[in-house]
């Protein structure tokens, strides 16, 4: 997007990825762009990533079932990967020469698992007032907050979604208390003592907004604006303007709220809205075309198969549950054929969890999808499927160039089922990020448990 004025700006957060001991974080890993943010007063980044990747092994997963992320699938197929990078994906005839060859026979093999709303660290386990992070609801409007201040590392859920979804990357988001909740963070799903040292080296920034009933009933319960869905959008319109002029005036002036806002408005910030009916996302593509961003994706969108083809032409994603529905009004025209519905509109779906125990199921809320569009007479083909957990959210999250899919060059983000991740029946047996193995099932030793659970009833227990 076109910037509306200069800024003076840090070097992006791909500057800040490095290697791990032994490894190499990939080249192709770096993205396109360099996503941006005003420097401190030490003159950089503030709050910048610190991940390095764990050390790994070069591997080869031989004899499997691949999907790709992208579509494709592959029988009898082989994966190459070390330095933390996908060498080659193909079939029996590539070269295993100088890799740890895994036998996966009768197995399947996928990129990592993705998903892109997450409460993980920012409402963590156990559920308690204590831990209650997410919502910073003192205001409709706090884009000036960032979920990262508020990840808490040690929350076990981390390592639930890793051992039992097979999930390698995650975005957390505030909670949709308000119009806009304020900035997101993508994190990779690894053991770190602080939230930088989980923050996934070049990935943009999300912002967070809602619509629809959550701010006007929070707000309005409290006798001021908004009370109605015209004055959600009278807010959120006046406070864009607002941003406006703050990024066609002295940026040098420091606004934590608006230097947010102008990040969107510069296309440098994704955002990601949660919002149910058709008719609200249809207002709210409007009003992005007024103020000049672009959304992302809109979250649960329960009536999103109603305007598939207005989500398709805007290049809108959206992010749902398999069958989530009816416990609010907004939610109430929610169809289990949601997925199915879009797909048929080569709409860009992604599958979701906005929860601590659906994160670790978003192969089977993927299946249960695909088998609603199945009965409706709309078969999907079981390697688009796994692009709605891998690739399309990794897409609407800006971070497609470097994970998502198996791909030279992309980071080594894998998961080895031990079955058809579309059934039931399955589950991860290893999972690698950036090439290092962080989970096997059948080494107690490779099964994270943070500090908290040490001691604790239930430590690093494995479902």
């Known amino acids: 997007m076109k910037r509306l004025a200069p800024l003076a700006l840090a070097a992006g957060l791909a500057a800040c990825a490095t290697s791990g001991t032994g490894n190499e974080t990939a080249s192709a890993s770096k993205p396109d762009k360099e996503w941006t943010t005003p420097?401190?007063?030490?003159?950089?980044?503030?709050?910048?990533?610190?991940?390095?990747?764990?050390p790994g092994r070069p591997t080869a997963l031989v004899g499997a079932t691949v999907f790709d992320g992208k579509g494709g699938r592959i029988d009898n197929g082989t994966v190459l990967f070390r330095d933390g990078e996908v060498v080659a994906i193909g079939d029996a005839s590539l070269s295993t020469?100088?890799?740890?060859?895994?036998?996966?026979?009768?197995?399947?093999?996928?990129?990592?698992?993705?998903d892109i709303h997450s409460h993980l660290g920012d409402y963590p386990s156990p559920?308690?007032?204590?831990?209650?992070?997410?919502?910073?609801?003192?205001?409709?409007?706090?884009?000036?907050?960032?979920?990262?201040?508020?990840?808490?590392?040690?929350?076990?859920?981390?390592?639930?979604?890793?051992?039992?979804?097979?999930?390698?990357?995650?975005?957390?988001l505030p909670g949709s208390a308000n119009l806009m909740g304020g900035r997101s963070s993508t994190i990779k799903n690894v053991p770190a003592r602080t939230v930088q040292g989980m923050?996934?080296?070049?990935a943009p920034y999300g912002f967070k907004m809602a619509c629809g009933e959550n701010p006007k009933r929070v707000y309005g319960g409290r006798g001021r604006m908004p009370s109605t869905r015209m004055g959600n959008f009278a807010v959120n319109r006046q406070t864009w303007l607002d941003a406006r002029a703050y990024a066609e005036g002295d940026r040098e002036k420091r606004d934590l709220a608006k230097e947010t806002l102008v990040g969107v408005l510069d296309g440098d910030i994704?955002?990601?809205?949660?919002?149910?009916?058709?008719?609200?996302?249809?207002?709210?593509?409007?009003?992005?075309?007024?103020?000049?961003?672009?959304?992302?994706?809109f979250h649960h969108a329960v009536e999103a198969y109603k305007i598939g083809d207005l989500l398709r032409e805007n290049g809108v994603c959206s992010a749902i549950w398999a069958d989530w529905y009816g416990f609010k009004m907004e939610a109430y025209d929610g169809i289990l054929e949601n997925a199915a519905y879009l797909q048929r509109e080569d709409a860009c779906v992604v599958i979701h969890s906005d929860d601590a125990n659906g994160i670790q199921r978003l192969n089977q809320e993927a299946a249960k999808a695909q088998a609603a569009g199945r009965r409706a007479g709309i078969d999907i083909p079981d390697a688009t499927v796994i692009s709605w957990i891998?690739?399309?959210?990794?897409?609407?999250?800006?971070?497609?160039?470097?994970?998502?899919?198996?791909?030279?060059?992309?980071?080594?983000?894998?998961?080895?089922?031990?079955?058809?991740?579309?059934?039931?029946?399955?589950?991860?047996?290893?999972?690698?990020?950036?090439?290092?193995?962080?989970?096997?099932?059948?080494?107690?030793?490779?099964r994270p448990v943070s500090d908290f659970e040490l001691g604790q009833p239930g430590e690093g227990d494995v479902k």
């Open 390 to 446: 891998t690739l399309n959210p990794a897409k609407a999250m800006g971070i497609d160039a470097m994970t998502g899919s198996l791909e030279p060059g992309k980071m080594a983000d894998v998961v080895l089922w031990n079955g058809d991740p579309l059934s039931v029946y399955s589950r991860p047996e290893k999972v690698w990020i950036d090439g290092a193995l962080m989970y096997d099932s059948m080494d107690r030793k490779r």
């Open 97 to 114: 020469d100088g890799y740890d060859r895994v036998d996966a026979a009768g197995k399947y093999v996928t990129p990592g698992i993705i």
């Open 270 to 297: 994704l955002v990601h809205n949660h919002c149910y009916r058709a008719d609200e996302m249809a207002l709210v593509m409007d009003m992005a075309k007024e103020m000049g961003y672009k959304v992302s994706a």
């Open 127 to 172: 559920s308690v007032d204590a831990h209650s992070d997410g919502n910073e609801a003192t205001s409709p409007t706090t884009p000036e907050v960032w979920a990262e201040h508020s990840i808490w590392p040690q929350d076990p859920g981390f390592s639930r979604a890793l051992a039992n979804g097979g999930v390698t990357s995650l975005q957390i």
């Open 39 to 54: 420097t401190g007063q030490d003159g950089n980044e503030p709050f910048p990533s610190t991940y390095r990747p764990y």
């Open 199 to 202: 923050k996934f080296p070049g």
